[in-house]
Every structure is written in structure tokens, then in C-alpha cells.
């Protein structure tokens, strides 16, 4: 991951929205995007499976917090920024989803799409064996697919509180629910990969 913080538009396609903002204001968001921009992407190329795509959600919502945002109290930065790229997520998904059927229907397939790029394997003690390399490519392989075919709902659930470890209250506004539904969703998110995973979970 990297690469994620060079490639990503922190600073450059930004300019016209940094500069209507106070020199702290400004300081500050910088500071929570260049912390907050490598999750970010692994969320959205967890959810969408795609590393360009993902990169394309990201930057536009870094855009529109800033654009929008930005005169928020920080405290509510991260769940005004999760909600976004939830959002975001989602209107790239249903478009997908759209487009796809319409491949179907006329009968094209879409193996011409590029292909996604493999999730990043954050390194271990014993990561240099063969085997070990192996295991964890599979397991990650597995993760991804598993959390890709969750019901939408539950993914974002998943993502927000597992990976960006958001609480139960800073998800429900990320999502625009209850912290009742948060909870339901994540709890059918676990039970779904622990069974699909199987041995992988461990």
C-alpha cells in the first residue's frame, strides 16, 4: 500500500477547496487525509475489487468532504468521510450491477475488464516461506471474494467496523442507521464469512 499515498490527489486537484479554508482548518484536514486516504483505499478495493476504481472513489470523496466539510468539527470528519465513500461505494456498485445485466441480457460478457489487482499481504515473522506466502494469498483471496458477495448492507458494516474499526455509533452515522441495525448487520456479516471461510478464518 505503499504506493496509495502518491497516487492518491492529496494536495494537487484539491487546491481550489484548500485554499478557501484557514491556514489551521487546512493543516488539520491535510493531517486526517493523509491518515485516513491508505484504508480508505483498501476498503473501496475490497468492496469494488478494483484497483483504479478504487482510487476513483476515494479521490472523489476526499474531494467532496473537503469541498463540503470542511468547516465541520474535526471529531466528525472520519464519519462524515466513511459515510461518503459508503455512498460512493454503493452508487459504483449499482451501476455495475446495472451494467452487467445489460451484458447478460444481450449476451456480451465483460472479460475484457481489467483485472483487480491482488489485496496487499501485510508482512509476518515467517511470510518469507513458500508455503506460509501460499497460505496467506489464499486466505486473502478467500476474504475478498467472501466480503464482496455480502449483501451490501453488511459489507459496509463489515468494512467500517473491522478494517477502519470505527465504533458501533461513528458506523451508524457513517451508514445512516441505527446502532441497532449496525449491529445486526455486522453480526450477520461475521456468522456469513465464518462459514464460508471455514478454515481460513483461523
Known sequence: MNGVEATL?????????????????????DR????????AFRMAQLAVRNADD??????DTMIRLTRSYA???????????????KNR???HQRRNTVRNRVFAWIGYGTDD?????????????DSDRPERQLATSDAMQALEAAVHALPARQQQAF?????????VADTAQAM????????????RAVHSLREVLGEHWE
Request: aromatic share 6%; glycine share 8%.
Open 9 to 29: 490527489p492529496h494536495g494537487g486537484c484539491f487546491q481550489a477547496e484548500r485554499e478557501a479554508l484557514s491556514l489551521d482548518n487546512r493543516r488539520a484536514m
Open 32 to 39: 486526517f487525509l493523509a491518515g485516513v486516504e491508505a484504508r
Open 54 to 59: 478504487a482510487l476513483d472513489i476515494v479521490q
Open 71 to 85: 468547516q465541520r468539527p474535526e471529531a466528525e470528519w472520519a464519519p462524515l468521510f466513511f459515510r461518503i465513500l
Open 89 to 91: 461505494i454503493t452508487d
Open 113 to 125: 475488464d481489467p483485472a483487480p489487482d491482488p489485496v496487499a499481504q501485510a508482512p509476518g515473522r
Open 159 to 167: 468494512l467500517l467496523r473491522a478494517l477502519e474499526g470505527l465504533n
Open 176 to 187: 445512516g442507521c441505527s446502532e441497532g441495525s449496525v449491529k445486526t448487520h455486522y453480526s
